[in-house]
C-alpha cells in the first residue's frame, strides 16, 4: 500500500524546521547508505547525532504521534529515528535502490525489520525541478511529489529512487518502521477496516454495530499485532 498522508506538519512547523534546516551544517548521504546503494547516492545528509538532527527529529516524531492516519495504516512498533536529506547542486538524485531489510541503531544498537519507508517534504513542488520520489511496486510504478508538510508511506520492500534535481532544493524527513502486524494484506485490511468504521461512526453515532465492529477490528489486532 503507498499512502499519502496530507498535513504532518502544519505550514508554521514547516516553515520553523526549514530555518533551521537551511542553515544545517550537510554532510554527504553516503554515509547511511549499503555498500550497493551508496554507489547510486548522491545527496546530502544532516549529521545522525547533530544537535539538529535530534530536535527536528523529535518534532517529527511528535507530529506522527498526533497523526491517527499514520498509526492505523502502519501500526508502528519501532520507528527509526528520522533523518533528514537534501537533494541539491552536484548531489541531486538516488538511483534505483531497495532499502535495507533490517537497520541497526547505532546509540542503542538494536535491531529493526524495515516493512514500511516514510518520506515527509519540507519543500514545495513548485520550489524544485525534478526530485520526484518514483517507487515501484505491485501497484505499478508511483511518481510522488508532495506539498511541504505532507508524507508518504510506502512498502520499504520497494525499488525506489529520487530523480535527479535540475533546479532549487529538495529537503526532506525519511525514515523506515517496523509495524506490529508484519504481514501487508492483513495491515491493509486493519487499515481498511479502520476507516469503515471511522465512517459509520461519523454517521450513526457510536450504534451497537459500530461497537460490535470496533470489538471484531481489536480482536483482529490482539490475533496479528507482535507487540
Ligand atoms: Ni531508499
Partial sequence: ???HIPHVLSRDAVADCRRQLEAAAWVDGRLTAGSQSEQRKHNLQLAEDSDLARALRDTVLDALGRTPTFFSAALPRRIYPPLFNCYTGAHNAFGD???NAVRTH???QTHL???LSFTLFFTDPDEYDGGELVIEDTFGCQRIKLPAGD????PSSSVHRVEPVTAGARIACFSWLESMVRETERRRLLYDL???ICRL???HGDDDTAVGLTSCYHNLVRMWACP
Fill in 201 to 203: 461512526r461519523e454517521t
Fill in 151 to 154: 508524507l508518504v508511506l510506502y
Fill in 194 to 196: 479502520d476507516r469503515q
Fill in 106 to 108: 547505532r546509540a542503542t
Fill in 1 to 3: 500500500m503507498l499512502l
Fill in 97 to 99: 535502490h531497495v532499502d
Fill in 113 to 115: 525489520r524495515t516493512d
